[in-house]
């Protein structure tokens, strides 16, 4: 046996039977399938690096997908089949020994992408670019990547990280994503116990392994090398979730221009019975403390007119840095067809990229909850002024899930 094919078995000599083949858990898929929206009431679902299909399972059998798994290891595709028959779900888990990177399936196949820990073996960027023409209109691809969780990691860690993978941080990814014609749905820091998950079974197969097996002995210091740097340096790196929906392509979206004020004045005027969100506009590009270049948002029809505006600026929580989302205009010969939620999806994703966390918007609570908001409420956010409760919303952007608590604030040309 040559030393790569013993190399090989030894790998997976040690990964066989491991609930996990990456740091995850149940509560993160759970999490990260939320976080897709709506789904069909039978959707589609592949599965990429899908191991020994822990999510697959789960997402058979909790949303009732129809689910196509893909590896290119089959013992683990074996082990995945023999699973679902077991728990009656063999007609919902399909299994294919394929590459993830050479795919056989037609474009619009899927309403959900799903790669846990698995989209390192083409890249990020690779996969991202690569797997969009597969989901459906209105479809989801969820990914899981580790990446840095500190700006400047230690010399050891990097040295670690640039021999197996090169990390970026979240803003890298983001971007990343963005630039790749995505929106950030949400976004899941991982936590620290998803690693025990993996590396507990992991440590305790290398620890009963036989080093003396053909290749073990290399593969056993390659996996403590692992665990040892996840020991001395985990608070440098981490996995983080995705959910990610391709942009509508009907809608270019992007920042305002000097040009577009006057036609963003007129949007806004066209939108509302008054002119006061108009007025409000300006007033706001007046306040320095409140106007965040690039935030004021532009959605362009297919003649290049605006068709829609969406704005961010500043505001506090109790002296914390917020942003608030106010207003949001649709020129009246284009709404209802998807411009709103572009130029909202394209702002949010410009907050996110310049390090936003909270934002908030008084608005219709059966809107905007498609973008994430939930009441400010939980969070203990209320505003200075009476509105009903289920029309304050906030939105963490950042995924962490803790905002500040307290009144809101907001510059002083909201008149409130």
Request: net charge negative.
């Amino acid at each position: 046996m040559s030393d790569n094919n013993a190399l090989y078995h030894a790998f997976f000599a040690l990964h066989h039977g491991l609930p996990r083949q990456g740091p995850g858990s149940d509560t993160t898929t759970r999490r990260l399938l939320a976080l897709a929206g709506p789904l069909p009431e039978r959707p589609r679902v592949l599965d990429l690096g899908c191991g020994p299909g822990r999510s697959a399972l789960l997402l058979a059998a909790e949303a009732g997908a129809e689910v196509t798994a893909v590896d290119l290891h089959q013992p683990f595709l074996d082990e995945l089949r023999q699973a679902a028959a077991a728990r009656g779900l063999g007609d919902r888990v399909h299994t294919l020994n394929a590459d993830m990177g050479e795919l056989p399936f037609p474009d619009g196949s899927f309403d959900l992408l799903w790669a846990e820990s698995s989209a390192y073996s083409i890249g990020f960027d690779t996969a991202l670019r690569s797997w969009r023409r597969l989901l459906a209109p209105g479809g989801t691809l969820v990914l899981t990547e580790c990446e840095w969780t500190v700006h400047e990691p230690s010399q050891e860690a990097r040295a670690f990280w640039e021999v197996h993978y090169p990390l970026r941080t979240t803003g890298g990814n983001t971007a990343a994503a963005v630039e790749c014609g995505y929106h950030v749905l949400g976004v899941v820091p991982q936590p620290e116990s998803d690693w025990g998950e993996y590396y507990g079974p992991l440590s305790a197969r290398a620890d009963a392994a036989d080093p003396d097996a053909p290749g073990m002995a290399e593969t056993l210091a390659s996996t403590r090398a692992e665990l040892a740097m996840r020991r001395d340096h985990g608070g440098e790196y981490g996995y983080t979730g995705y959910a990610l929906r391709p942009a509508d392509t009907r809608w270019r979206t992007r920042p305002e221009t000097a040009a577009d004020i006057p036609v963003v004045r007129d949007v806004e005027a066209a939108a509302f019975e008054t002119r006061a969100e108009a007025e409000l506009v300006d007033a706001l590009r007046a306040d320095t403390g409140a106007w965040l270049p690039g935030l004021s948002y532009v959605a362009e029809a297919p003649d290049g007119s605006v068709a829609a505006h969406a704005l961010i600026t500043r505001c506090h929580v109790d002296g914390v840095p917020a942003a608030a989302l106010a207003p949001v205009a649709v020129e009246p010969a284009y709404q209802r067809r998807g411009a709103g939620e572009a130029v909202v999806r394209a702002v949010l994703d410009a907050a996110l990229l310049r390090g936003e966390r909270l934002v908030l918007v008084l608005g219709h609570p059966e809107y905007y909850p498609r973008f994430g908001f939930v009441r400010a409420s939980e969070y203990g956010i209320k505003p200075s002024f009476e509105v009903p409760d289920e029309a304050m919303m906030a939105l963490v952007l950042d995924g962490s899930g803790a905002a500040p608590g307290g009144t809101i604030h907001y510059p002083a040309a909201f008149g409130v």
